[in-house]
């Protein structure tokens, strides 16, 4: 049964700092693996998709990395801001299905001026 | 503007309600979805359609109920609300097909059983 554990929960860094999240997963016969932000009492945003066949995806100051062989996939914050501030969730297809999500039970980040 | 729509926002009421959480979306998606999130918990799914008529049950047991009459809608029905079922209920469709799996995701309904 596929199991993802995000690592580490909760994080405060001060702005300008290079972050790293960490997203890992026990079945790494996956289709692909997403990033989502998560604001206070608000739904998901997506913020990045890696294919299973691709070891990373860069969006602005935002860059995943999948390393599948290994079940780990990396979100890399460079710069955070004090708008970077929420939530960081991970999330993987249901073994056998690429539609049904299995998500992580995230990284609250807080990022102080 | 496509998007995806949840009412109401936050729900406060009294055990024994029956009570109707509601899901639209404008982007011609099959695919729905219901997850449940109690806070800083994951999110787990409780009920998935793949199209009009469609519904299953997801990974988490749930006592609510879901409907597919309309590719656009698709509500969540609690017949007798419990405090147990206090939380955080999130509404997702996506598009179709192998790799477009992006889910677009609900406010969420924060929902809070007395």
């Known amino acids: 049964k596929q199991e993802v554990t995000q690592i580490p929960a909760a994080l405060s860094v001060p702005e300008g700092e290079n972050l790293v999240l960490n997203c890992s997963f026990t079945?790494?016969?996956?289709?692909?693996l997403q990033w989502f932000r998560q604001d206070p009492g608000k739904g998901l945003t997506s913020l990045l998709l890696i294919q299973s066949s691709q070891r990373e995806q860069t969006s602005g100051r935002l860059n995943a990395s999948l390393d599948k062989s290994s079940g780990r996939s990396t979100l890399y914050i460079a710069a955070s801001q004090p708008g970077d501030s929420a939530t960081y969730l991970c999330?993987?297809?249901?073994?056998?299905?690429?539609?049904?999500?299995?998500f992580g039970a995230g990284t609250r980040l807080a990022v102080h001026p | 503007e496509a998007d995806i729509y949840q009412t109401p926002r936050y729900l406060v009421i009294g055990t024994g309600k029956k009570i109707t959480l509601e899901c639209s979306q404008t982007?011609?998606?099959?695919?729905m979805y219901w997850y449940q999130q109690d806070p800083g918990m994951e999110l787990h799914l409780i009920h998935y359609?793949?199209?009009?008529?469609?519904?299953e049950k997801g990974d988490l047991s749930s006592e609510s109920t879901v409907s597919r009459i309309r590719t656009e809608h698709f509500p969540l029905t609690l017949e007798s609300a419990r405090p147990s079922h206090t939380s955080q209920y999130l509404c997702a469709s996506s598009e179709y097909g192998e790799g477009m799996p992006l889910q677009f995701f609900g406010p969420g309904t924060r929902l809070t059983v007395l």
């Open positions: 079945d790494s016969a996956i289709y692909n």
């Open positions: 999330a993987v297809p249901f073994s056998g299905g690429y539609n049904k999500l299995i």
């Open positions: 359609s793949y199209g009009v008529n469609s519904t």
């Open positions: 982007m011609g998606h099959d695919k």
